[in-house]
């Protein structure tokens, strides 16, 4: 199934399956703040992290929504997400694909959500930003 969806799809399901909650409490900001990320990923570091947006979004344990235990998969991976939020995940995804999408956390190119315990890789590091209910941080040094 997952063959089937295109790099806009992807990346759509994934701001989707990571921040469509943030739409009510911030606005686009929130979407925008997790395609950054992927972004920056792919433009930082593609030799790790992907050659494409598509292979960054679903390198596995790295977006927890594709995570095989995650409560998110099984509708990211239905035929017919169709709701308003979906709708603004693939607009800012077609954006960030166009080359046309903003950067709003500041080079970041890792995130969490502020309500969960810190993962080890956040321990002792500095965020950059926070954006609704994620905490950003820049892990990569730009080569």
């Not at 709003?104 to 321990?123: E, F, M, R, T």
Request: neutral net charge; contains cysteine.
């Amino acid at each position: 199934m997952i063959d089937t969806f295109s790099d806009a799809d992807i990346v759509a399901r994934t701001l989707y399956g990571e921040a469509r909650g943030e739409v009510a409490k911030v606005g686009l900001i929130g979407l925008e703040a997790v395609a950054s990320v992927i972004w920056n990923r792919w433009r930082i570091q593609p030799s790790y992290f992907g050659q494409t947006p598509r292979e960054v979004c679903l390198k596995p344990y790295q977006f927890s929504c594709w995570n095989k235990n995650d409560p998110n998969l099984k509708l990211l991976l239905s035929s017919n997400i169709t709701d308003e939020t979906y709708s603004l995940c693939r607009m800012i995804a077609e954006e960030f694909l166009a080359s046309r999408g903003e950067d709003v956390v500041n080079g970041s190119d890792h995130y969490h959500a502020v309500w969960l315990s810190p993962p080890s890789w956040a321990l002792e590091k500095h965020p950059v930003i926070d954006v609704g209910t994620h905490r950003f941080y820049r892990l990569i040094s730009k080569k």
